[in-house]
C-alpha cells in the first residue's frame, strides 16, 4: 500500500500523485544531483567553493523538508561510505572531521528549512525564494564557521573570512539562479495545467 504525499512543492506537484515509491525514487536522484554538482569545485584553501550548496538548497526548495532532508542525508552517507561524492571526488568519513565537516553537518539542516519555507509557497515568488534560500545558506555557513573555529582552535572572528567571507559572493551567485528555477517551474506548470 502506498501512502499519498502532499503536493506542496514543484516537484511533488509535478509528480502528483508522490506516492512512497516515487518519493525514494526522488531521494536518490536528487542525491546524486548534489554528488555531481559536488564536483565543481574552485579551490581557494582549506574548504573549496563548490556547488554543494547550490544543489542542497535546490534540492529541499524542490522536495520539501522531509523528502530534501532525505536526499541530503543519503548523499552523506553514500559519501561516507566511500562513494566519491564529496567536493572534488573525495569521500569517508574523515571528511566529516576536516575544516568542511561542519558544512557537510548542516546541509540536511538548510535543506529542510529551505523546504519548510517552499512547502508555504516562498517558492512561488522569485523574492522569497531568494530569502528562504539566503536563510538555508546562512545555517549552512553558521555550522561551517563553528566547526572550522573548532578544528582550527582559532577564535571564530580570527577564521571569518577563510570560514564564510570567502563564499558569499559566490552564494549569492548561488541563489540568484537556484531561486529563478522555482517560480520559472511554477509558471510552466501551471501553462501546462491551462493547456497553453
Keep these: 500500500m502506498s501512502t499519498e504525499i502532499k503536493a506542496d512543492t514543484l ?15 526522488l531521494v ?4 546524486m544531483f548534489i554528488a555531481a554538482c559536488a564536483q565543481f569545485t574552485i579551490p581557494v584553501g582549506a574548504v573549496p567553493i563548490t556547488g554543494q550548496s547550490f544543489a542542497v538548497l535546490l534540492t529541499g526548495a524542490l522536495l520539501g523538508s522531509r523528502l530534501g532532508a532525505a536526499a541530503v542525508i543519503v ?4 559519501g561516507a561510505l566511500g562513494l566519491p561524492f564529496f567536493a572534488g571526488g573525495g569521500s ?7 575544516q568542511s565537516g561542519g558544512y557537510l553537518v548542516a546541509f540536511p539542516a538548510a535543506a529542510f528549512v529551505t523546504g519548510a519555507f517552499s512547502e508555504h509557497g516562498w517558492d512561488k515568488r522569485y523574492t522569497t525564494a531568494v530569502a528562504a534560500m539566503a536563510i538555508g ?11 572550522y573555529s573548532i578544528i582550527t582552535n582559532a577564535t571564530p572572528w580570527l577564521v571569518f573570512y577563510d570560514a564564510v ?22 509558471a510552466l506548470l501551471k501553462r501546462k ?4
Design 11 to 25: 516537484m511533488g506537484a509535478a509528480l502528483a500523485p508522490l506516492d512512497s515509491t516515487r518519493s525514494a525514487g
Design 28 to 31: 536518490v536522484v536528487f542525491s
Design 75 to 78: 548523499y552523506l552517507v553514500q
Design 92 to 98: 569517508g568519513i574523515a571528511r566529516f572531521f576536516t
Design 137 to 147: 545558506s546562512a545555517i549552512i555557513l553558521l555550522g561551517g564557521w563553528a566547526w
Design 165 to 186: 567571507g570567502k563564499f558569499l559572493l559566490g552564494d549569492v551567485i548561488k541563489i540568484a539562479l537556484a531561486a529563478a528555477v522555482l517560480p520559472t517551474g511554477w
Design 193 to 196: 495545467a491551462s493547456g497553453e
